[in-house]
């Protein structure tokens, strides 16, 4: 399982050398990096990016992490109570979609001080003490947080569906009721308009959903070939003993994107179904 890893430090002398270090674990097999992006916060509490590693696909989540804390803490004035009495009084940034909890980036607010810089990085490690050693050496933490995806629009997905056939079932009674009855008022006709403008609304809304998980699913295969291929290329360059330990990284990203792709593709195709059905 991935993690995003972030390392503060006071200057940007010292966050090189923490780069350095994590590049040198990689190029021993103890840990794998997938992406890296070095960020300073300034003296306002906007944070600029020194550098951005991993190309493609490899360096997506890590990238968009990034961008997230730029869009988030830059809008924090400096001198702010914090994110962490922010997100009590609902002020809530989503960082689902690439499957982190918020309870991270509040840490990772807490150190990352006006005036410091962060290592930011997607990793894969069997053991932390090897990091949390290394980056000890250096006089900082690792905050950590692993990637597990809450797939929110799945619940969406359930939402909508559930809010389809309610509509679908009101109108068909509404009909039924009309045609026995022949009670075609102008208010029942206009009941059943509404009815169908809210059926097409939802279909839409369904629709965007649908087009939403053919994306992420896309996005994830991508992001799955690159990691592997990164983790092949890795182990190239290692020890046997080290080759098993990035083989045990290879086959768990397998199986992690299996269930993944399973529980994204069961909702595509209901989601599909529910659309269609009239």
Same mark, same amino acid.
């Given at each position: 399982?991935? $993690?995003?890893?972030? /390392?503060?430090?006071? *200057?940007?002398?010292?966050?090189?050398e923490?780069? @350095?270090?994590?590049?040198?674990?990689?190029?021993?097999?103890?840990?794998?990096?997938?992406?890296?992006?070095?960020?300073?916060r300034?003296?306002?509490?906007? =944070?600029?990016v020194?550098?951005?590693?991993?190309?493609? +696909?490899?360096?997506?989540?890590?990238? +968009?992490?990034?961008?997230?804390? =730029?869009?988030?803490?830059?809008g924090?004035p400096?001198?702010?109570?914090?994110?962490?009495?922010?997100a009590?009084?609902?002020?809530?940034?989503?960082f689902? @979609?690439?499957?982190?909890?918020?309870?991270?980036?509040?840490?990772?607010?807490?150190?990352l001080?006006?005036? $410091?810089?962060?290592? =930011?990085?997607? =990793?894969?490690?069997? &053991?932390?003490?090897?990091l949390?050693?290394? /980056?000890?050496?250096?006089?900082?933490?690792?905050?950590?947080?692993?990637?597990?995806?809450?797939?929110? @629009?799945l619940?969406s %997905?359930?939402?909508a569906?559930? &809010?389809?056939?309610? #509509?679908?079932?009101? !109108?068909?009674?509404?009909k039924?009721?009309? *045609?026995?009855d %022949?009670?075609?008022?102008?208010?029942?006709?206009? /009941?059943? $308009?509404?009815?169908?403008?809210?059926?097409e609304?939802?279909?839409?809304? #369904?629709?965007?959903?649908?087009?939403?998980? *053919?994306?992420?699913?896309? *996005? +994830?295969?991508?992001e799955?070939?690159?990691?592997?291929?990164?983790?092949?290329?890795?182990?190239?360059?290692?020890?046997?003993? /080290?080759?098993?330990?990035?083989?045990?990284r290879?086959?768990?990203?397998?199986d992690?994107?299996?269930? &993944?792709?399973? $529980?994204?593709? !069961? +909702?595509?195709? #209901?989601?599909?179904?529910?659309?269609?059905?009239?």
């Amino acid at each position: 399982m991935s $993690k995003f890893a972030a /390392m503060v430090f006071r *200057d940007e002398k010292s966050a090189y050398e923490g780069l @350095h270090a994590l590049e040198k674990l990689h190029a021993e097999g103890t840990l794998s990096v997938y992406g890296t992006n070095i960020i300073r916060r300034g003296t306002d509490g906007r =944070i600029s990016v020194l550098t951005r590693n991993g190309q493609g +696909a490899l360096g997506n989540g890590v990238g +968009a992490l990034v961008d997230g804390l =730029i869009g988030l803490l830059s809008g924090l004035p400096t001198g702010t109570p914090g994110l962490a009495v922010l997100a009590g009084a609902g002020a809530v940034h989503d960082f689902g @979609h690439i499957g982190v909890s918020w309870d991270f980036v509040i840490e990772v607010e807490l150190e990352l001080a006006p005036g $410091k810089v962060a290592v =930011i990085a997607e =990793i894969s490690e069997e &053991r932390v003490a090897p990091l949390d050693a290394r /980056m000890g050496e250096l006089g900082v933490k690792v905050v950590r947080g692993t990637r597990q995806f809450e797939e929110d @629009h799945l619940e969406s %997905r359930a939402n909508a569906q559930a &809010r389809l056939f309610e #509509l679908r079932a009101e !109108r068909a009674w509404r009909k039924e009721f009309r *045609d026995r009855d %022949r009670a075609g008022t102008p208010a029942e006709e206009a /009941m059943q $308009k509404a009815l169908t403008g809210q059926i097409e609304q939802t279909q839409q809304r #369904l629709a965007s959903i649908a087009e939403s998980l *053919d994306r992420e699913l896309d *996005d +994830a295969k991508q992001e799955l070939d690159a990691k592997l291929e990164a983790l092949r290329s890795q182990a190239s360059g290692v020890e046997p003993q /080290m080759r098993k330990r990035i083989d045990r990284r290879v086959a768990c990203l397998c199986d992690e994107f299996r269930e &993944r792709e399973q $529980k994204l593709g !069961r +909702a595509r195709e #209901l989601t599909r179904k529910a659309i269609q059905y009239s």
